[in-house]
Nanobody, 115 residues
Framework: QVQLVESGGGLVQAGGSLRLSCAAS????????MGWYRRAPGKQRELVAV???????NYADSVKGRFTISRDNAKNTVYLQMNSLKPEDTAVYYC?????????WGQGTQVTVSS
């Protein structure tokens, strides 16, 4: 079992920045990819960014150049640095861990961007 706890969400004005953190605990030895997803009001959950254990990254087109995902394997923590935030980035952000096809989710953290 893996437990994920997100932090760092909040209210920010358009153009501002936030940094999300996701602390993982439990059986981490088989976790490869970790990532961030988000669900905006009235929309389906979507991938924001994902990072492999080796550091390879992939981003949604809507956040490329503005968001950066990083990972500290020693601390079992993944981060999402969000810059140049837009109102359309408003959503609940969820941390995800891929355990060889079994997926774990955090409880989510709210990010609200005001115009």
């Amino acid at each position: 079992q893996v437990q994920l706890v997100e932090s760092g969400g909040g209210l920010v004005q358009a153009g501002g920045s936030l940094r999300l953190s996701c602390a993982a605990s439990g059986s981490m030895f088989s976790i490869n990819n970790m990532g961030w997803y988000r669900r905006a009001p009235g929309k389906q959950r979507e991938l924001v960014a994902v990072i492999s254990r080796g550091g390879s990254t992939n981003y949604a087109d809507s956040v490329k150049g503005r968001f950066t995902i990083s990972r500290d394997n020693a601390k079992n923590t993944v981060y999402l640095q969000m810059n140049s935030l837009k109102p359309e980035d408003t959503a609940v952000y969820y941390c995800n861990a891929d355990d060889s096809g079994s997926y774990y989710w955090g409880q989510g953290t709210q990010v609200t961007v005001s115009s």
